[in-house]
């Protein structure tokens, strides 16, 4: 297979591109962990498969992407296995060490696959979103590799001296991790992203518009020449002279009507009506009135003095205030399987309001938000119910 050339210029635009997708890969997989994740410092390189050696990545976990809609084409990620097995390790609640006798057996790559697939399935979204067009990706495929040798992940597609191009990434994890891990791309893949890029980013074209020559009427043996629009008619043609204006004067201030389009000499400023050119120039002020506002009556409600301090020792009251995201039934038998790294579906869907309780009744929904790193809620919808209606109430 032929190399193709990658440009300075598309290496720019593939390190974007996958810096941007990586950034939102980090977020999700920073959820599913629970813990800081940061991935940074793409740089990217043109190297031939025969010369890709990664010693500081073996034994690795190679992990393959196919792009099914969008994008043709496939994205190997290679991670260090002792960084997945740490990753595993703080998924499953296991403690944060490296086990010598560690398998990445059945259950095992079937972890690796679960946060693989949150996080490509993130960054598909986000160059999706980059990119302005839908992109896709298959179930991430995990292998096991002792030695980078990519001919157990693509067979009989990859020759030694074929050229591809490498990504390699800074991966921190909160007091977990500190490594690197590495993406491999096809040229073609590449180009097709780049060009994408530099589709969507290219400024639009302005069509020039053509001048247009002035008309020319002929009637006879005269000829009379019309002013293009815009244009002040020449003295003693294209508009008759102003009567009792001798020929070759100067016509005065007004004479003629303005061109189409443009506004006369000494028009009237913003907030004045004047009359059409060539009318009454006497300029109308426009009558301008303040809002008129409804005026509300007043609630107050005079109640006895003795209702009122009844009223007060009632506002103070302290009610206990809870925030629902969901709820879910499991039978006693799955609730004594639960241990520490246990996930717990909710029949509530992300994204959707969450319920305020007070005292066991709901009263509200709202959105949940941070302010200064504690989480808050914004009232979205106040729920009528009784015990709404009770409050203040006799």
Known sequence: MANIEITDIQKDAIGEIMNVGMGSAATAVSELLDAKVLITTPTVNVEKVKELKREELEPAICVKIVYTKGIDGANLMLLKQDDVQMILNQLMGQPLELQPDFEFDELNISAVSEVMNQMMGSCSTAMSKFLDMNIDISPPEPRVMDSIDFSSVEPEEFAEDEEVVTVNFHLTIEDIIDSEFMTVMRSELVQELSDRLVEIN?????????????????????????????????????????????????????????????????????????????????????????????????????????????????????????????????????????????????????????????????????????????????????????????????
């Open 202 to 394: 290219k400024p639009p074209e302005v069509e020039a518009k053509p001048e247009v020559a002035p008309s020319v009427e002929t009637g006879g043996a005269a000829t009379t020449q019309q002013p293009a629009a815009g244009a002040m008619p020449a003295q003693g043609g294209g508009y008759p002279p102003p009567q009792g204006m001798p020929p070759g004067g100067t016509p005065p201030l007004g004479a003629y009507p303005p061109p189409q389009g443009t506004m006369p000499m000494g028009a009237a400023p913003y907030g004045y009506y004047q009359q059409p050119y060539g009318g009454n120039s006497m300029q109308q002020p426009i009558n301008i009135q303040n809002a008129q506002l409804h005026q509300f009556e007043n609630f107050d409600i005079n109640l006895p003095s003795e209702q009122k301090d009844n009223l007060q020792l009632l506002m103070n009251v302290p009610l206990q205030i809870s925030v629902e995201i969901g709820k879910t039934r499991r039978r006693v038998k799955e609730i004594l399987e639960f241990a520490q790294g246990t996930i717990i579906e909710l029949e509530r869907q992300a994204g959707a309001p969450v319920d305020i309780v007070v005292n066991g009744n709901l009263i509200a929904r709202g959105d949940v938000v941070v302010i200064d790193d504690n989480f808050a809620v914004r009232i979205t919808e106040i729920i009528k119910s009784k015990f709404m209606d009770s409050l203040g109430k006799e």
